[in-house]
């Protein structure tokens, strides 16, 4: 199994900047495709982005492109969901996952491990 655990969250001004890391224990983080979610209330969970487990390639959700930046350490087990130009909708309960092997997926079925999850808000 893989435990995740997410940090990074909080309260920032529309605008700002926040990175989220994802801390990966268990079995071996480089063998897993890493996803991030995110879930506003009264909303279902949606694809923020993925890198599979060889790096490299990203995937991303149409309205984080160019905003959002995913990247990984395997080397510390650890993946990253940096986001810049924040906006109030970007606001929600941030997850990570992992879903094993190189294919990633935008859906949260897809993937078998999650992260407890980390709030972000964005003030206008």
């Known amino acids: 199994q893989v435990q995740l655990v997410e940090s990074g969250g909080g309260l920032v001004q529309a605008g700002g900047s926040l990175r989220l890391s994802c801390a990966a224990s268990?079995?071996?983080?480089?063998?897993?495709?890493m996803g991030w979610f995110r879930q506003a209330p009264g909303n279902e969970r949606e694809f923020v982005g993925a890198?599979?487990?060889?790096?490299?390639?990203?995937y991303y959700k149409d309205s984080v492109k160019g905003r959002f930046t995913i990247s990984r350490d395997n080397a510390k087990n650890t993946a990253y969901l940096q986001m810049n130009s924040l906006k109030p909708e970007d606001t929600a309960v941030y997850y990570c996952a992992a879903r094993f092997g190189t294919v990633y997926s935008t859906l949260p079925r897809a993937y078998a491990y999650w992260g407890q999850g980390t709030q972000v808000t964005v003030s206008s």
């Open positions: 890198m599979p487990r060889s790096g490299g390639s990203t």
């Open positions: 268990g079995r071996t983080f480089s063998s897993y495709t």
